[in-house]
């Protein structure tokens, strides 16, 4: 199969989808059908584009025939790639939850298009090698969010919404005008080009100031301290396959996107802007970690360590050096498995017990033994605790930073991993191990009564995928570890990106 088809592929798969169930809006069973085949097709494509570029390294396609850096390139490399494979079976899971957890009303409005523009949108960030379009993307995932933030129209939801993209277009008016600034000194818009010509440039102070404004439009996207304030708002709002999505993937986005400029583009000044990007990681970490001490509701837990563990992600690409590039990219697909995974628990623990209130919950470990057993795996891994997945991912970290003698920083990140567990084991006392809370009987019957068989089922289909793939990591972190040390050889090394985007 051609470049060009496996890295547009991606771009059109979903829209196809979208569009497929645009038009079948007035059958529920035909939007659900599409939405399966086509998520599925989804994990074949990334998995074929997977593998071509760890085969070939980098592989381009210029779209129309136009050479860079004038026309449109799309580029895959190993960070993007792994990433697109991570979407695509993250894609997966949440399509199959979303059949018990979206209502009908909210399917009858498009969710299942939305989804897929979303989708499209992520894949399009990943795979894109020029700025302005990378800025395009963007506001195609906050337009998708938004629609799906927005479907169902309760006041909680509509709060958060409104939150959340005013936030973010704040954030892409910033990201603008850095595009904007950018351009009027190098005269182009293709990341590579851009690279090749600031080396030349005879105003570094210039580019530092410019590369701050990015600096603050990916960290109001990526809820780094102290730009995070919108995040615990609204994640918490919508149904759960939707909050899942958002956590697993839409900040990880953001991450990804961090890393590629702070290693290709703005790499003049790496002894100041990399120091406030280590600073901005120590103190996400921590915040974030006691802002989720301090909450009794378990996606409101869930979302604020989504910025405390964005911080060690932050760590990563401040280091700058190979190991720690490495780490973040470990880190990086991860905690898209692991985030995903506990906010699709949260919200069988919701159906099974009624509430998200930990107070309110209560007993489910000894009722449903597996779902406890699930939790545990993804709690842990979340905590890096060894031998979990997420303990690799911080053992690279604190490798990394013990090789430069970054002693405040690891010390940082090893005492967030003790809060994060605090709170794990917190939501596990509460949730799972205590008995059930007075008004409620003691046995299953209680749950039974709450969902179906068949919907339970559906349910925790896609949290077995995910814990499975959590377990692998752990047990096989050598494949991984990898693919991460290639990725990080390729953002550290930015000559063969650079050579392979504008090669004749």
């Known amino acids: 199969m051609e470049n060009h088809v496996l890295l547009v592929a991606p771009l059109a798969l979903p829209l196809i989808i979208a569009s497929l169930g645009m038009m079948a809006y007035k059958s529920r069973a035909a939007q659900r059908s599409i939405a399966i085949v ?9 998995a074929l584009l997977f593998q071509r570029i760890w085969e070939e390294s980098i592989i381009v396609a210029q779209m129309g025939n136009w050479a860079a850096p004038f026309g449109i390139s799309l580029v895959g490399d190993t960070f993007s790639g792994i990433m697109v494979l991570a979407v695509a ?29 979303l989708t499209m949108a992520v894949n399009g960030t990943l795979l894109t090698g020029d700025v302005f379009n990378m800025f395009v993307w963007f506001e195609l995932m906050l337009i998708s969010a938004f629609m799906l933030l927005s479907i169902g129209n309760t006041r909680e939801q509509l709060d ?32 590579a080009d851009i690279a090749v010509k600031l080396e030349g440039y005879d105003n570094p102070g210039l580019i530092t100031s410019i590369s701050i404004l990015f600096m603050v439009a990916f960290g109001l996207k990526a809820a780094v301290f102290p730009l995070f304030f919108w995040l615990p708002a609204s994640y ?50 921590v915040i974030g970690v006691l802002g989720a001490a301090a909450q009794y509701e378990f996606r409101k837990i869930l979302s604020i360590h989504i910025v405390s563990q964005i911080g060690y992600m932050i760590m990563g690409i401040a280091l700058f050096t190979p190991m720690a590039i490495l780490g973040t990219v470990f880190f990086v697909v991860n905690q898209i498995f692991v985030k995903m995974n506990l906010f699709l628990i949260s919200g069988i623990a919701n159906r099974l017990g009624g509430s998200f209130e930990l107070k309110e919950l209560g007993g489910l470990y000894k009722n449903y033994i597996w779902l406890g057993v699930m939790f545990l795996i993804s709690a842990f891994s979340l905590a890096g605790f060894p031998p979990m997945s997420g303990f690799w991912a911080k053992f690279a970290l604190i490798y990394a930073g013990l090789e430069i003698q970054a002693w405040v920083i690891v010390g940082v990140a090893l005492g967030v991993s003790l809060l994060t567990l605090f709170s794990m084991v917190k939501i596990w006392a509460f949730a799972f191990w205590k008995p059930l809370p007075e008004g409620h009987s003691a046995d299953t019957s209680d749950y039974k009564l709450r ?12 949290v077995l ?21 290639r990725a990080a050889e390729q953002l ?10 504008l090669r004749p």
Do not use: C
């Not at 086509?38 to 990334?46: D, E, F, N, R, Y």
């Not at 550290?492 to 985007?501: L, W």
């Open 38 to 46: 086509g998520a599925v097709g989804q994990v074949i494509v990334a």
């Open 89 to 117: 079976v993250t894609s997966l899971a949440i399509f199959i939850y979303s059949l018990a957890d979206i209502d009908e009303k909210r399917e009858h409005y498009g969710y299942y298009p939305a989804l897929a523009l």
């Open 160 to 191: 958060g919404t409104v939150k959340y993209v005013v936030i973010n277009l704040f954030s892409s008016a910033v990201f603008l005008l850095g595009i904007a600034l950018l351009y009027g000194i190098v005269g182009s818009l293709n990341m």
């Open 236 to 285: 918490h709002t919508p149904p759960v396959a939707i909050s899942a999505f958002f956590a697993g993937i839409l900040t990880k986005v953001a991450i990804y996107v961090i890393a590629r400029f702070y290693t290709l583009i703005f790499i003049q000044d790496v002894g100041y802007t990399h120091t406030i990007l280590l600073w901005v990681g120590g103190l996400t970490m």
């Open 451 to 462: 969902i179906s068989t068949s919907n339970l089922l559906l349910l925790a289909m896609p």
């Open 465 to 485: 995928l995910l814990t499975l793939l959590t377990i692998l990591i752990g047990i096989f972190p050598e494949y991984l570890y990898a693919v991460s040390e």
């Open 492 to 501: 550290m090394g930015r000559t063969e990106y650079i050579e392979a985007v």
